[in-house]
């Protein structure tokens, strides 16, 4: 007993104790390096605000100046015409008709200086650009921390409506995956208007048109998608591009094709570069400040933002020409 209430004694001394100061040391190291980290972000974002800040600052001073200009030119002008109208009035009404015959040629030089003053019209130059507060650290910190942080936003609960379905897709009975048909596979639905008649597409419900929302799709080892958002209003007949996803003015769509993925929207696209072929395709629509974010949930790096003035209610859309897509929920 003796013997094993040594051993218990130099347990305690040798092994508990350095195992305490290991993980006294070991718990110092984890708090300096998130200061570090901390730190590094906070230095970041603090440079990054006083850019943005600055930026917005020069934009107003940019604008404020242009307002002026455009001021003074037209009240400028607007003296000119009230004098020379005053003028012309006096000359009319206090003159013979001889004298009038005689200053023909004045009051039509005056009437022509009048007509080319032109017509007052706004210029973008009279707006402040939006682009002077567009960052990809602060809109992809804000992402995370909406996504990741400890009141992280739920997934909206999303279901394809099979009304909209094409025949040219398939329906599963979870109404979360649509599945591109064969030729041989296909059937002729019955007449819906709001089914698409000609392109491979689809839309969800509920509609979105306030409050934050996301959601993500699985796609799989599928070489064409497109996957975004657009108004309920959209073209559904026809080949035309007014029912094409990403190629009318009332859809914005993330759109993977033959290994290239881009951003499409009114029918201009923009090419998008990663790393590893996405799996798995994460949207994020944030109706207050009117932004759609893509990204990519496995890395959570931003892959597109999107800022626009919506004016109707958004509904998630897919098109699928290869394989399956499939809502995660």
């Known amino acids: 007993m003796q013997l094993q209430a040594l051993r218990i004694e130099r347990f305690i001394d040798r092994m508990l104790t350095a195992r305490e100061k290991a993980v006294q040391t070991d718990a110092n190291s984890a708090r300096e390096r998130v200061l ?6 906070r230095n970041a974002l603090e440079e990054e605000e006083q850019r943005l800040l600055e930026a917005i600052q020069r934009e107003e001073e940019r604008v404020e100046q242009c307002l002026l200009t455009q001021r003074a030119h037209w009240t400028h002008t607007l003296e000119k015409l009230t004098h020379t109208r005053t003028s012309l009035v006096h000359t009319l009404t206090h003159s013979t008709d001889t004298m009038i015959v005689s200053s023909n040629e004045e009051i039509n030089d005056r009437i022509e200086d ?5 017509e007052p ?4 130059q009279l707006t402040l650009n939006r682009g002077c507060s567009d960052s990809k650290l602060v809109v992809g910190l804000w992402a995370s921390a909406l996504l990741l942080g400890s009141s992280a936003h739920r997934l909206t609960t999303l279901h394809f409506e099979a009304q909209t379905v094409s025949p040219l897709l398939s ?3 979870d109404q979360c995956t649509l599945t591109f048909l064969p030729k041989r596979q296909r059937q002729s639905p019955p007449y819906d208007p709001a089914r698409f008649d000609t392109w491979p597409n689809a839309l969800c419900s509920p509609p979105m048109s306030s409050g934050t929302h996301s959601w993500v799709l699985d796609v799989g080892t599928s070489a064409a998608f497109k996957v975004g958002v657009c108004y309920s209003s959209i073209e559904r007949k026809g080949s035309g591009n007014a029912a094409r996803l990403g190629y009318n003015t009332k859809s914005w769509v993330l759109s993977h094709y033959e290994g290239d993925l881009s951003f499409c929207h009114d029918g201009c ?6 790393a590893k072929k996405l799996k798995r395709v994460g949207l994020l629509l944030d109706w207050p400040s009117q932004t759609l974010l893509f990204y990519d949930p496995e890395s959570m790096s ?3 933002v999107v800022r626009h003035a919506f ?3 958004l509904l998630a859309a ?3 020409a290869d394989q399956s897509v499939s809502i995660v929920h």
């Open 36 to 41: 570090a980290q901390v730190n590094v972000v």
């Open 114 to 118: 009048a007509e080319g003053v032109g």
């Open 121 to 124: 019209r706004d210029t973008k």
């Open 171 to 173: 329906l599963f009975n």
């Open 269 to 274: 696209n923009v090419g998008i570069t990663v």
């Open 302 to 304: 931003v892959l597109h």
């Open 311 to 313: 004016s109707e209610p």
């Open 318 to 320: 897919c098109a699928v």
